[in-house]
């Protein structure tokens, strides 16, 4: 059972958290009814909620156009960060993930030369789990990275089968196959490899892009095959995928996508 399940959320700070998220991806000011109607929240609770924001500082209110923003006020949980080691606020993110889903989970730089470096990885010890020395390097178009990362790049199907030709497969997907993988994660930002890169290792992968769309950082699960089944990988896509696209606003300052 998963942790959303057995724990009871407040839902008036799950709306307050959705509403300074909406302010921060928006960049301009907007007034309560229309930010209530994008959110879909009732009118009436979204000015409660941008009201008490207001008076907090995080939120800033224009009397003339009565429209909001993001308050100075936020800079006061942001400065401590500010000087941090990306790594390390990534770090419990992708730790909550192994122990939830009882993976392991690998965190990769992507380089400007086509490879992929492990710069960290976290593990459970329920399981039996494949070892990856840190400072491994593989080709950036292998596994579930290389997928996400030919989508992307909104790379051609030519320049993907180049990229895919660059790699060492155990056993070789094909690039028809591959091809297929990198159109789905256009969509899904996702991308799946059962034993392709390495016989029998199942991978599950998202990556981070940077403010420009440049990928940056690559993340995958790594299971032997048969640890979990289809319906259990999807569920560490999910979660990997809500990770990078918080690595992407908070690391990056990356804006959401309309």
Known sequence: MSDDIRQKFVPAVQNATRILRFLAAR?????ATLLARELEMNVSSAFNILRTLTHEGLVSFDPASKNYRLGMGIMEYAAPLMGANPTDLIRPMLNEIAQQHEVMIALWQITQTDRIVLIDRFT?????????????????????????????????????????ETVRWQSAPGFDAYWQDVEVARETGTAFDYGGLFRGLEIVAALARDAEGIPRIGMSSITIAGQQDKESLAAVAVSLKSAADQIERGIFGRQAEP
């Open 124 to 164: 459970t010890e329920r399981v039996v789990q494949a070892v990856i020395a840190r400072s491994s390097r593989l080709p950036v178009f292998g596994g579930g990275v290389g997928r996400v990362y030919a989508a992307a790049m909104n790379l051609t199907k030519e320049e993907t089968r180049i990229g895919y």
């Open 27 to 31: 960049g301009r000011p907007i007034g």
